[in-house]
């Protein structure tokens, strides 16, 4: 399955939120790494994966609860 990677620029002009707003606040707290977003080649920059933070968006939208992300790395799922 090919996912659609975005820069943050891009990821807030599809889902309408400020770039800094997803850097200081969504990142880490709602987009986990190796979930939401990538660090390719162990770099500095950030790429999002688009059809995992639209799923995930639905989730909560639809009242489904998203997995809670545990501090060894796992999920726990609700």
Not at 41 to 59: H, P, Q, T
Request: glycine share 8%; charged share 25%; net charge positive.
């Amino acid at each position: 399955m090919a996912n659609t990677y975005l820069t943050t620029d891009e990821l807030s002009q599809r889902i309408k939120y400020d770039a800094r707003t997803i850097r200081e606040r969504l990142k880490d707290s709602v987009l986990i790494e190796g979930v939401h977003y990538m660090r390719p080649f162990g770099g500095r920059k950030i790429l999002y994966v688009w059809e995992a933070i639209e799923r995930d968006m639905a989730k909560v939208s639809l009242g489904i609860e998203a997995p809670i992300p545990m501090a060894n790395g796992g999920v726990l799922y609700v």
